[in-house]
Each structure stands twice: as structure tokens, then as C-alpha cells.
DNA sequence: ATGAAAGCGCTAACAT
DNA sequence: ATGTTAGCGCTTTCAT
């Protein structure tokens, strides 16, 4: 490929010239102008970005942190992420960790070596002190609550949504319910879901709770689980639509009715929600990851909530 | 940020040697490389990549053109893609395109600027007469079948998948059977579906076929269309699961029964379809994804076909 | 084994 | 308005 230099000669002018028609800058006479243009034709020239992202420092590109590539909620927020991009005219890099805490760090080195001006967290491996030391190198927005100064963030009521459920199952009479999550006690949202479980029904029995749970394979065997015991809880809150959808199948096929036997809620208004009629929370995960695209590229360290909504349909009574 | 300079000077070396170091040359003494380890730890230095990729010409960085995101299909590829990535040690950029040519070009384009060591294209928006060029910037690697010299593919053979299909309906005495696709006779799947149907089953009818279906509400519009003739269908073959997931819906809902008065087939073998025991074709998109990006990243232009698998579910009788 | 120096392709401050 | 030039941070001959 042509370089500056080569359009500069052939336009004959200078290479700032040549630069100048390139950024678009005022003081730039039509003939000259109109040379450069020709030279950039007839060579089809275009300028290397590495280059231009060397001498700025900035790259307009931010990488998304994502433990899982194919899960409902995560896929729900990188799509609204991309969908954002595509309008504030910013490149997505994706950046798969399954949890693995050396490559979370490796990605956020991404900041250090300038491939990335930001990066969103969607769900983190490391501690938030091995991760804040990056914010100095770059934009570093998440996908849930924190105080941290360095660090903005689009984020849930996760607390709030489930405790909203919760009260609203005991409300209907429901006093032994059994909730589904995804990856034990070092989540957060575990540890939301526990603690508004405790707030509204008490103590969390082994027996009313199962973790692991993210597929429809899953919310089957969770369901298996749940109705093993002599007494069988009377409503289940799954971490996800697809998990409830194992759990709805699997209660139908032991013989039970839905809602009356048992209640289900899910998570995420996936369209398999839709079919089920699942009461479904939805925590908006697209809003969130929109809102994390418009954070990072600004640099801003707001803390955004971005609201949840109950849809009510007839699994839930 | 420190920078090789800064090193070569805090270890007392010059700066070839910091980068001989760095990239793990030999010929640097023991004695040398421990001093400018220890200034790399003591300013805690990493190169700025771009300086790295500028001089080196490449990026170990692939892009993925994608039309939409959180569209089962590409989601799958993508997946895919990101998979491999991993292990490839390559890094992913999501270049979404809605379809829209100019902005394909756009992202073509990373290839010349030297963002991009290669390029996936899932589907596309232009016609390959100016996509070709591109080659010669960087690989590109597209996912359905092309004889084009310059460019490789991992593709599935929807010809053979949809006559088989087709030819299964025929067999279990369909003679009256609808189908929908996604996206007009520009794309390629529509046409080798129709294709297909022509060739088993002769004439395509408007009232037998159904285009822009996407989602689970598009196969509930799909199925009052199709049923709405004095004559219906008795099988529909749908583009995608959750489109053959509101068909399903939609039958049951006006007192249907399924396969019995309709048989439903969908694509794709999504969970929802496992849910709802819906007949499928499996085109294993991930594997076509996983498969893409060992191509591009290798430089290859094989014509590597990914085998489908049609999962009997009750749906089809 | 090590260093000096010439780029990679571009931008921008400075000079004219 | 336009050109000269000094970098951005790194790799890689080419000497020694």
C-alpha cells in the first residue's frame, strides 16, 4: 500500500498538506486539495490506522469483558453494546474470559498497551483491586454496582428485582419457594438473590437452592432436584427463561400443573419465556449494555441503574 | 507510560537489546537481560502495541462481519469464531452491518488500514466483486460457498439439507407444504431453499411461502397467513426455531394439533426447540464458525463444507 | 553479545 | 496557505 509520502510527491506537495486533506483541516487551497484527492484516488489509498492510533494515542475501539459467549443475558448485552457502537462510531473487540482471572488480566492489559480506550466488565473474575489499577490507563465501565471511584458503571438492582419476586410469591401464599443461580457465593448475583431470599423467607435451605444452573439441561435437573424430597417447594424463581423452561418441562412431565402445583418465574423475557407464559423479570440487559457503550466512550464514571420490569404471565399465578 | 527508552536507560542497555528481550531473542547475557527485567518490573512496563503492530505489519486481530446481532444463527458462529479465537491466541471485533453495503466496505476496509489481519464474513451485503479486492489486504474467510480463488469458506451445504427436508415431508405424503426464509431472494439461503422446494415439490405458490421471519412473533404472523387460505399446508418448514416456535404456538392456539392437521420442521436445534420437540436441522453453525476463523487465521482459502444433521423430533410425525 | 541508526506511516508544532 | 521537521514507540539490519 501507497503511504503519505507517495500521494505527497505525486500531488506535489508536502506531506502535512497531504495530512491536512486527510483530517479535514480548514487553510487548504482547492487546487492542492483537489491534487491530493486525485493522488489518494488514482492510488487507492488509505491511510494505516496503526499508525494514526500511534501518534494519537487513542484507537476508538473498547473492548467487552465476557465470561461466557452464548449465554441469554450476557448475549443480551453485548448486543446492546454493539447496537451503540455502531452510532457513537466505535470498534468492539470481545473478550472471552470463562472466568479465568490470568486472562481477565491479560485483556485489561489491553488498556496498558493502548490496543483499547476502554473496556467494559460484564462479569468479572478478579477482585476489584487487581482490576482498578487499569482505570489509570484507560476507561473501565461495569456492569454492576460499585462505589469505586474509577470505575463507572451501568448496572442492575439485582437485590431489589428479587426481592420484589420473592415478596410477591409470599404475597400469592407461597411459604417454601426454591430459586436456581449460576455460579455459586463469588457472584454477586448469588449473593443478592441469598440475601433477599433470607430477607423475605429466612434462612436459604440447601434443598430450596441449586446452583450451576444456565442451561435448560440444567433448570430439568434442578427441577429433579426440587421435587425429590417428601415435601415439594411451591414455587421456583430460575436464574433464566431457558432454566425455567427445564424446570416448566420437567414439572409437566412429572405430572404437576403450573401454576397451581407449582409456580415458576424466570429471568431475561427470552422469547421461550414467551411460549412458556413464564413470568419473567427483565433486568433490560440490552439498556445496560447501550448505557455501558455511552459511558465508556465518554470517559464518564456515572452510575447509571437501569430499571427492571416484572412481566406477568400465567406461570406465576 | 514508560517506554523502551526509558527501560534501555534504567537497565543501562540500549534499546535492541530491551527489545531483544522482549521478544525472547538470543544472544542477549544473563547479566543484561535480569537488569532490564528489572526495570520492566520496577516501572511496570508493557509495549504499546501499536508501535508493535505499525513496524510488524500485522495484528493477530481477525474481524467478524456479522448482519445482526442476537439472531440465533449468527450468535451461533460468532460463538464459534470466539471459541477458537481463544486458543488461536487472535483477538475478535464484531463488525455488525444490518446488511447495509457502505458500512461492509467500511469494515473491509480495516484490512487496508492494517486493523485487521483477516476478516469472517458471515453473511454478506455486497456482491463479492467488491469484496474480492479486499483480498489482497488480508484474508477473508466467508461462510457460505464461493468457488472464488482469493477467498476461503467454511460453508454448509443448505441445498442438500433443504432437499432432504423436503424430500422427508414428500415421503410421509405432504404434498401441500409451506416454507419461510429471512431475507428476499437476494440471499443465498432463500434461493437454494426455494430451490429445493422446486425441486420436490415443483412451483413455488406466494401463499406457500413467507419472507422477513425472524422471530418467535414473525412465525405467529407466518402461521395466520399460511392458515388463513380455505386450503392449508399440512407441514411447514421454518428458517430458524424460534420462528418454527410461534408457528408451533400459533396451530396449537387455533385448535390444531401438531404434526397430526400440521407438521413443523425449524433450524438451528435451539433449546426452544427441544422444549417445544420440534423436528430440526442442525446446521452446526458453531463448528462452521470454529472452522472459519482456523482458515483465516491461517491464511487458507480451503472450501471446507461443515455436515448438517436433521434431529427427529415428534414435531414431523 | 551489544549498540547505533534507519525506518514503520503518520500528526502537529513551528516556521515561513 | 504550505512546508520542514521532530517525534509517536517499536523492530531490525548492520556494524563492531
Redesign the pocket.
Known amino acids: 500500500?501507497?503511504?503519505?509520502?507517495e500521494?505527497?510527491r505525486r500531488a506535489?506537495?508536502?506531506?502535512?498538506?497531504?495530512?491536512?486533506v486527510?483530517?479535514q483541516h480548514?487553510?487548504?487551497?482547492a487546487?492542492?486539495?483537489a491534487a491530493v484527492q486525485r493522488a489518494i484516488d488514482e492510488l487507492d489509498?488509505?491511510?494505516?490506522r496503526?499508525?494514526?492510533d500511534?501518534?494519537?494515542?487513542r484507537t476508538r475501539s473498547i473492548g467487552v469483558i465476557i465470561p461466557y459467549n452464548n449465554n441469554p443475558a450476557f448475549d443480551r448485552m453485548l448486543s446492546g453494546v454493539l447496537n451503540k457502537s455502531v452510532e457513537e462510531d466505535y470498534t468492539v473487540t470481545v473478550l472471552p474470559t470463562r472466568y479465568d482471572p490470568e486472562k481477565e488480566l491479560e485483556y485489561l492489559t489491553m488498556l496498558k498497551t493502548?490496543l483499547l480506550d476502554g473496556i467494559i466488565i460484564t462479569s468479572r473474575a478478579n477482585d476489584w483491586s487487581s482490576i482498578v489499577p487499569f482505570a489509570g490507563y484507560g476507561h473501565i465501565v461495569a456492569c454492576e454496582y460499585t462505589e469505586l471511584e474509577d470505575i463507572g458503571c451501568a448496572y442492575i438492582d439485582r437485590y431489589a428485582a428479587t426481592l420484589e419476586v420473592f415478596s410477591f410469591l409470599k404475597s400469592m401464599g407461597h411459604a417454601d419457594v426454591a430459586f436456581t443461580t449460576a455460579r455459586g457465593e463469588t457472584s454477586i448475583s448469588t449473593r443478592l438473590t441469598m440475601q433477599a431470599y433470607r430477607d423475605v423467607f429466612g434462612e436459604v435451605r440447601p434443598c430450596r437452592c441449586l446452583d450451576g444452573c444456565t442451561t435448560l439441561k440444567d433448570g430439568m435437573d434442578a427441577a429433579r432436584h426440587f421435587l425429590e424430597g417428601k415435601v415439594r417447594p411451591t414455587a421456583v424463581y430460575a436464574n433464566g427463561d431457558d432454566v425455567a423452561a427445564g424446570i416448566h418441562q420437567f414439572v409437566l412431565s412429572a405430572g404437576l400443573r403450573i401454576p397451581d402445583d407449582i409456580a415458576i418465574i424466570g429471568q431475561e423475557n427470552q422469547p421461550i419465556g414467551q411460549v412458556l407464559q413464564l413470568t419473567t423479570v427483565d433486568h433490560q440487559l440490552f439498556r445496560a449494555g447501550e448505557e455501558a457503550l455511552r459511558l465508556v466512550t465518554r470517559g464518564s464514571r456515572d452510575k447509571v441503574q437501569i430499571p427492571y420490569r416484572i412481566i406477568y404471565r400465567s406461570s406465576s399465578g
Open positions: 500500500m501507497a503511504n503519505i509520502h500521494i505527497a506535489g506537495v508536502s506531506v502535512s498538506t497531504v495530512s491536512r486527510l483530517n480548514p487553510y487548504v487551497s487546487e492542492k486539495r489509498y488509505t491511510p494505516n496503526n499508525a494514526v500511534l501518534i494519537r494515542g493502548k
